[in-house]
């Protein structure tokens, strides 16, 4: 079992910057493909962008491409979501999940586990 807690989420205004956390339990946190996905107010939930269980490999949505990275720490059991260049539409709850398998792509069936999300807020 793996369990997933997010921080890091706030108000802040366009044009600045946050950075969120996903701190995961679990020994095998390490071999997890990792995704940070958001949803807004009345609308679907909206993949972000992943990394592979290796760090190597990453996937970013067109819309936050160029503003928003994903690293991780596997020493740390730590994902994180640096986010830059905030806009007013980046307003949402962000969310990180685990897949088992490695997976770390926009396909949310395919995550096993997932943390309570924390709120981004973003004013213009």
């Known amino acids: 079992q793996v369990q997933l807690v997010e921080s890091g989420g706030g108000l802040v205004q366009a044009g600045g910057s946050l950075r969120l956390s996903c701190a995961a339990s679990?020994?095998?946190?390490?071999?997890?493909?990792m995704g940070w996905f958001r949803q807004a107010p009345g609308k679907a939930r909206e993949f972000v962008t992943g990394i592979s269980w290796s760090g190597g490999g990453t996937y970013v949505a067109d819309s936050v491409k160029g503003r928003f990275t994903i690293s991780r720490d596997s020493v740390k059991n730590t994902v994180y979501l640096q986010m830059n260049s905030l806009k007013p539409e980046d307003t949402a709850v962000y969310s990180c999940a685990a897949s088992r398998r490695g997976y770390s792509g926009s396909g949310f069936t395919q995550y096993d586990y997932w943390g309570q999300g924390t709120q981004v807020t973003v004013s213009s």
């Open positions: 679990g020994r095998t946190f390490s071999l997890y493909g």
